[in-house]
Nanobody
Framework: VQLQASGGGLVQVGGSLRLSCVGSGRTFSGYVMGWFRQAPGKEREFVATISWAGSRKYHADSVKGRFTISRDNAKNTVYLQMNSLKPEDTAVYYC????????????????????WGQGTQVTVSS
């Protein structure tokens, strides 16, 4: 499984970005997908997760109401819509796939994911 994340960039406070992550493989619809982020000098943290069919999705408290995870299995793509961006959202954002999941599950811990994308930088300037 290969994951390719894109969509990062430099944006002003209050702005928006949409991250995309395209996955390889015919069974993308059978993976739980997640987004994590890592700011300089900090641990990687959970941002959002979504179940196989997208019926269940969860967001970290720090982004709830501002970020939305979604997926399009026909395009093997998971998205992270980020609105009302803040300087503290500045980080490298990673998408990840849990290929050992079951239908209806979601995954919150990074050790549950077995494939990771290369990361895309998001910088929010004030």
């Amino acid at each position: 499984v290969q994951l390719q994340a894109s969509g990062g960039g430099l944006v002003q406070v209050g702005g928006s970005l949409r991250l995309s992550c395209v996955g390889s493989g015919r069974t993308f619809s059978g993976y739980v997908m997640g987004w994590f982020r890592q700011a300089p000098g900090k641990e990687r943290e959970f941002v959002a997760t979504i179940s196989w069919a997208g019926s269940r999705k969860y967001h970290a408290d720090s982004v709830k109401g501002r970020f939305t995870i979604s997926r399009d299995n026909a395009k093997n793509t998971v998205y992270l819509q980020m609105n009302s961006l803040k300087p503290e959202d500045t980080a490298v954002y990673y998408c990840a796939a849990n290929t050992a999941s079951v239908s209806g599950a979601v995954s919150f811990r990074d050790y549950e994911y077995d494939y990771w994308g290369q990361g895309t930088q998001v910088t929010v300037s004030s």
